[in-house]
């Protein structure tokens, strides 16, 4: 999604803002911009539709140069692509913003501002907000002021950041439902909707409250809560290595990434491989929350929701805890009835995914003993809102796609299950069986993604089709569904993905010789269920590719493809079939010859609605 950078310093601060939009472009964008404030207090901008390559280009051929300037990157959402609609939005040639967010009033506040004599140039939400503050600025008010009255105006999510050329050396911020945090520096500070954006300058980081503004000069950073009340935000030091942006012996992220996760599964259950040290890495308080739950409802969106209804089976199956799932922007909307007792548990990658941070605060008191995340990314909204937290330690992940994340999700939510159980009385040689089998799975994983180029010749049959079928029984079902997800994603194609035993009830009308269906058939109680599914594919001219168990006794066949992948304990196998699902979603996509790593239309963290 969209992406801010801010800087007010001693030094000159262009190639810091370029340097800022080129580590966030993994978010996902359309169009990139910035404005700095030149030596003659005047607004010197860049916009340009397309890749920050383009406003690299523009800054070579004109170069801009100041102390203090904002930069963006846009995902289109009011007005089509284009420089017209790229931000920063300038009003007044004194006052320019960039915003992540939607306005929903914002159609009443341009009728409003243009009965006032201000002229619109674009189709965007964002122009009215820079007219607005302009406006706001009329009485002899200072940026901060101006922005106060401004964000008392707005219906919606926003994290902004403005510049004022009477107001050289500061830069002013606000957020609500969309994240933006401060870098600290020495003689220079900076704003940015993520911090990845900023760990060039400064390991040191603010991060803003609901409601909060803030105004950073190069030696002060002043935040005020939405009340207006003068507040001291600690500061948090990252201590973690800066993660590299090389993609190394790799041709994208997504297949740096899918090889990443042998290392990134083991870091995110090391030294937690009893039960004890595994309810700690839940935090403070762990313990006398998890013991009043009696039940679970997962609230979560795209592959994170997979993750969650793969964590439905195993809480009801291995702790005997009954758990629902629901898409997190159907939750928020719905009247609900929850049970006594009930867990409500966030999952998201980058712990800001709005529809799922809305429906953890659209929660009443008393509705649930108490809130737990499972994310990515410390400090992120939905880290500091709730109440217990599981860090995945998946690592940053900058492909769209995501690969790593999802799996450690995974790993994240059996050691719930394995906690939960615990506490309810798990019998010791099964707590031990579980505990051993995520000790293999870094191995089991890395003999999967040694299949890669058996996957990768398999994955040809895909370049010509346009649409797919993924099935699945139990367990795998969501496996399937994310199958599927990753092959439309990243390759274009249509795919979807049935339960196994729905296939009759629909879907079969649509198998014929030019539909590919992938099975998932782990070898466990549904396999003779599965193999009758498959056979009435079989039998209407349907070509499969079956995921199998070596010892499932599949064989490639007539129109019957085997991918053998290796036998594992069962608990885990959802994690193994979802790594070579990955390679096969990729494989299709690059002979496609698609974006990879930033497909059309998707942005990596998606805070608006």
């Not at 799996?407 to 050691?415: E, G, I, N, Y």
């Not at 299950?417 to 995520?438: D, F, H, S, W, Y």
């Not at 199998?548 to 079939?577: N, W």
């Amino acid at each position: 999604m969209c992406g801010i950078v801010g800087a007010v310093a001693r030094r000159e601060v262009s190639e810091i803002l370029l340097e800022g939009l080129r580590r966030l472009e993994y978010r996902g964008y359309d169009s990139a911009g910035m404005v700095l404030i030149d030596a003659e207090r005047s607004l010197r901008l860049h916009k340009r539709k397309g890749k920050v390559m383009a406003l690299e280009s523009a800054q070579e051929e004109d170069p801009l140069q100041g102390n203090t300037g904002i930069a963006h990157t846009r995902w289109a959402t009011h007005g089509e692509p284009s420089g017209e609609n790229a931000h920063p939005h300038v009003s007044g040639e004194r006052i320019a913003l960039v915003h992540n967010g939607i306005i929903e009033n914002h159609a009443a506040l341009r009728d409003e501002l243009v009965n006032g004599g201000y002229q619109m140039s674009s189709a965007t939400d964002t122009e009215v907000i820079v007219h607005l503050l302009h406006s706001n600025m009329q009485d002899g008010v200072s940026l901060m002021q101006a922005m106060q009255k401004t964000v008392a105006r707005l219906e919606g999510a926003y994290a902004l950041a403005a510049v004022d050329c009477l107001s050289p050396d500061t830069v002013v911020g606000a957020r609500k439902g969309s994240p933006l945090v401060v870098g600290v520096g020495i003689g220079e500070n900076f704003l940015a909707s993520d911090q990845m954006a900023l760990r060039q300058v400064t390991d040191r980081f603010i991060y803003l409250d609901e409601g909060d503004l803030v105004q950073v000069t190069p030696d002060d950073v002043q935040v005020l809560d939405a009340r207006g009340a003068a507040m001291e935000r600690p500061i948090h030091r990252i201590t973690e290595a800066l993660e590299s942006a090389d993609m190394g012996e790799f041709d994208h992220y997504m297949l740096k990434e899918i090889f990443e996760q042998p290392e990134a599964l083991e870091t995110t259950f090391a030294g937690a491989l009893d039960g004890q040290q595994i309810e700690e890495r839940f935090g403070d308080g762990a313990s006398a929350l998890l013991d009043k739950v009696e039940s679970v409802q997962i609230v979560a969106c795209g592959t994170s929701y997979h993750a969650g209804m793969v964590a439905r089976y195993w809480l009801e199956e291995v702790a005997g805890i009954s758990c629902e799932v629901e898409v997190a922007s159907e939750f928020r909307y719905r009247k609900r009835v929850q049970h006594e007792g009930t867990l409500l548990l966030a999952i998201s990658q980058s712990g800001e995914t709005a529809d799922t941070l809305a429906a953890l605060r659209n929660t009443s008191e008393g509705e649930f003993v108490g809130s737990l995340v499972v994310a990515n990314v410390d400090n992120s909204s939905l880290v500091r809102e709730c109440d217990l937290v599981f860090l995945t330690r998946a690592g940053a992940e900058i492909g769209v796609a995501s690969t790593k994340a999802f799996t450690t999700q995974l790993v994240a939510l059996l050691m719930l299950t394995l906690t939960l159980a615990r506490r309810r009385g798990m019998a010791e040689c099964r707590q031990k069986e579980i505990i051993a089998a995520l000790s293999e799975l870094p191995q089991q994983v890395r003999q999967t993604l040694e299949l890669n180029d058996t996957i990768q010749q398999l994955s040809q049959a895909f370049i010509p089709k346009r649409h797919a079928l993924f099935l699945g029984r139990g367990i795998h079902y969501p496996i399937a569904m994310e199958g599927a997800l990753k092959l439309k994603e990243i390759s274009y194609i249509h795919a979807e993905a049935y339960p196994a035993g729905e296939l009759k009830h629909g879907p079969l009308a649509l198998v014929d010789n030019d539909m590919p269906v992938v099975a998932v058939a782990p070898n466990d109680e549904l396999l003779e269920k599965l193999k009758s599914n498959l056979e009435e594919v079989r039998s209407r001219g349907g070509e499969l590719f079956v995921f199998a168990d070596r010892e499932a006794g599949f064989t490639d066949e007539d129109r019957v493809q085997v991918l053998s992948i290796p036998h594992c304990p069962e608990i885990i196998k959802p994690i193994v079939y979802t790594v070579a699902l990955q390679l096969l979603s990729y494989h299709v996509a690059v002979q496609k010859g698609t974006d990879v790593d930033k497909p059309r239309n998707l942005a990596k963290s998606v805070t608006v609605e």
